[in-house]
């Protein structure tokens, strides 16, 4: 009778984690669509940039100022309101995000002026989105210790289906409802990240991660980290200018509009590809000398060498896509790989707030930039050299520390004594250590797991 009272309950307790596992990965699902929802919209800047245009009948710079303002916002308030996460928790973030952003491209339907969609679709969706997009991967790190890689990678996966799957959602929704029905569907889009955010249960086993400091000098006192400030500016701000004036560059160059708003899908699925195809690698495939050269210079110095010649038909236009597609992907885990080289993951994590402003500032700049070289010169080839020559400098900033062999920043407790505010509970996160060799040198001895 023991025995059966002891299988009974050793079979309850492994149906319980069993469907404590099953109930994480339905975590990871919400995550995946809410990356799916917000990167899908808002990588369709170009396409909105070209409705824009045709229907209010302004000039590039002042049309270009909508996705800006959103872009700037999303990436801006994703970090601002960390401090409203940690309070409220990842599902209240996520479902309110939904609701703003919804009501954000909701209001964009009775505009009549580009200015009013600075703040309908500019700002209130960027806002919604910025809310919903950080708690959905912070809460993946709450439930998620030994599979965290694996799920992180299934959620980050929605971004690239996103940018595939939305230039076609928007063609066919243009045919059939024009422009103001295409954002009111959009709107019920964005509505579903509500759903999303029921589906991000709180993790009970755990307390609520806490969150570093927004700004912390830290990671100031090293020049390293102001290049690698300097380099989130440049590829934010190139990147940006693609993704926003591609879909006109190609209509510039007689491609008709479906084919032209395609060209954000061919991108998407080269960047899923290349994202796929480095994890698949290794974390240290980003780090080998070769790769580093070929993918982060070589590639940008083609891109931006040939970009007028590829443009002159639609089939040189989809080789553009897929090579800056294949381009961006790599840049993530170039990025990342890099960081921890240079500064450690610990003064990257510190130093967040700062890289994010400097995403933030590159994307708000950019297509109002751009808008001007192309309406003083009446070319588009001009805005994406300026592109390919962020792009290309972005990387050459971060290379010239690497080849330098520069070393990581001393640990915060070294500089500083310990931290009293820990990025994440002290049951999630390994905190760097270092150690000194012979000659002075310092090595990084452990690193957190991430992206």
């Known amino acids: ?57 302004e000039n590039h710079f002042d049309t270009s100022w909508a996705g800006s303002i959103q872009i700037y916002t999303t990436a801006l308030s994703s970090i601002v309101f960390r401090c409203f996460m940690s309070r409220f928790g990842s599902r209240v973030c996520v479902m309110l995000g939904g609701l703003v952003s919804a009501g954000g491209l909701a209001l964009s339907v009775f505009v009549n002026d580009i200015h009013q969609l600075y703040l309908t679709y500019g700002l209130m969706t960027g806002v919604g989105f910025g809310l919903a997009c950080t708690p959905s991967i ?51 889009f964005s509505f579903n990240l509500c759903v999303c955010g029921v589906l991000m249960f709180p993790s009970h086993k755990r307390k609520p991660a806490r969150l570093m400091p927004l700004l912390s000098c830290m990671p100031l006192r090293n020049p390293i980290f102001h290049g690698m400030c300097i380099s989130n500016f440049f590829w934010s701000f190139g990147s940006t200018i693609v993704y926003m004036y591609l879909p006109a560059y190609a209509i510039h160059e007689n491609t008709n509009l479906q084919n032209s708003f395609l060209l954000v899908a061919c991108i998407g699925v080269a960047s899923f590809i290349s994202r796929t195809l480095f994890a698949f690698m290794g974390r240290k495939s980003a780090l080998d000398d070769v790769t580093a050269l070929l993918c982060s210079v070589a590639i940008g110095v083609v891109l931006t060498g040939i970009s007028k010649r590829l443009f002159e038909n639609y089939a040189g236009q989809i080789g553009y896509a897929l090579l800056f597609g294949f381009y961006g992907g790599y840049w993530t885990t170039f990025l990342s790989q890099v960081s921890r080289e240079l500064v450690g993951p610990e003064y990257v994590a510190m130093g967040n707030g700062y890289l994010s402003f400097m995403i933030a500032v590159g994307g708000l700049v ?6 001007i070289l192309i309406q003083e010169e009446k070319q588009f080839h001009y805005a994406f050299y300026m592109a390919g020559a962020s792009l290309i400098w972005s990387n050459v900033i971060l290379l010239l520390f690497k080849f330098k062999n520069c070393g990581p920043l001393p640990s915060a407790e070294e500089s500083c004594g310990p931290r009293k505010v820990p990025l994440l509970d002290e049951e999630q996160y390994e905190p760097v250590k270092v150690k000194a060799t012979a000659n002075g040198q310092t090595l990084i001895s452990s690193f957190v797991s991430s992206l």
């Open 138 to 188: 912070m809460i993946i790190e709450q439930h998620f210790q030994k599979k965290r890689f694996q799920a992180l990678s299934v959620a980050v996966g929605g971004i690239g289906l996103g940018i595939i799957a939305f230039p076609f959602i928007i063609k066919h929704l243009m045919e059939y409802y024009a422009w103001r029905g295409t954002l009111l569907v959009l709107a019920g």
């Open 366 to 371: 950019a297509g109002p930039c751009a808008g």
């Open 1 to 57: 009778m023991f025995d059966h009272v002891a299988s009974s309950s050793l079979g309850s307790d492994m149906g319980a984690h069993e469907e404590e596992m099953a109930g994480r990965w339905v975590v990871v699902l919400g995550s995946f669509f809410v990356q799916f929802l917000v990167c899908g919209i808002t990588y369709s800047v170009g396409i909105f940039h070209v409705m824009f245009q045709d229907v209010f009948g």
